[in-house]
């Protein structure tokens, strides 16, 4: 049974507890007519278990992308835009994708308790690093959303990278690559595109051959999707990390092509 039947199942928010259990319960609530009270509890789906993991996972991070969203002062139609994109990508079920625009709904409350909820999702996820860059990716990805990096977003963004336990050169070079990929996605031209390329692997143009190969070696096995989704991404999400990695192999062969 996947992550989200063994929700439906065992009210693992309810069983959960702390301040993601909490949204959790807001945002279910609204599509449970019941409520968790009344559903039995799953005790198989405990502390560290990998569907417990998602669940902390598809919880935390649309309720953060819709606190991330709102803390320019507005919430943009580009941001909400990369909510539904992330959704489409996570091909979600109807009842799914209510659930994750009631958590956006949810983190853009004042309020909302944000230094909690990251504190619980860090230690839900515990040692899996590369699931939660996954997770800071996909917040820049939000604040990245309408073309502009706003300096409240900025800060905001800073801040849960802090929480989350990366450092500020860590942060930044998170962020240069993002912007990278954003470019190579967008330009056509070889010209434009292979400056982008080395921006998204993080190396310089002036790298040798070697050391490119070992940063897209390293990439591609930091978002290897299934290794993801065996540490605790939903596999909804497969397609999220599945369009990194081939953003991250087209770049590579863009390099060694005209390198060649």
């Known amino acids: 049974m996947s992550w989200w039947g063994k929700v439906i199942g065992g009210g693992l928010g309810f069983m959960m507890g702390g301040p993601v259990g909490a949204v959790m319960g807001a945002a279910f609530g609204q599509y449970f007519d019941r409520g968790f009270s009344s559903i039995q509890r799953d005790e198989s789906l405990g502390y560290g278990s990998t569907e417990r993991v998602q669940t902390v996972f598809f919880t935390s991070v649309f309720a953060i992308m ?45 309020g909302f308790p944000a230094q909690e909820v990251l504190a619980q999702f860090k230690q839900e996820c515990g040692r899996r690093r590369n699931l939660i860059r996954m997770f800071l990716e996909i917040q820049i990805a939000t604040a990245f959303a309408d073309g502009n990096l706003h300096q409240l977003e900025r800060g905001v963004l800073s801040y849960i990278a802090q929480e989350l336990n990366f ?79 081939q953003d991250i192999k087209a770049a590579y062969e863009l390099i060694k092509s005209q390198r060649s």
């Open 167 to 245: 450092s500020h050169d860590e942060f930044n070079d998170l962020l240069s690559r993002m912007s990278g990929q954003a470019h190579f996605i967008e330009q056509n031209a070889v010209e434009e595109k292979l400056p982008a390329a080395y921006e998204l692997l993080g190396v310089d143009a002036s790298a040798d051959m070697p050391t490119v190969k070992k940063a897209y070696r390293r990439q591609m096995n930091q978002y290897h999707p299934d290794k993801l989704v065996a540490k605790g991404l939903p596999e909804e999400m497969m397609e999220v990390a599945t369009r990194k990695t």
């Open 66 to 110: 819709g606190h991330v969203a709102k803390s320019d002062g507005r919430v943009t139609a580009d941001e909400i835009e990369i909510a539904q994109t992330v959704m489409r990508q996570m091909n979600l079920s109807d009842n799914q994708r209510k659930v994750a625009i009631n958590l956006f709904n949810e983190g853009k409350k004042e």
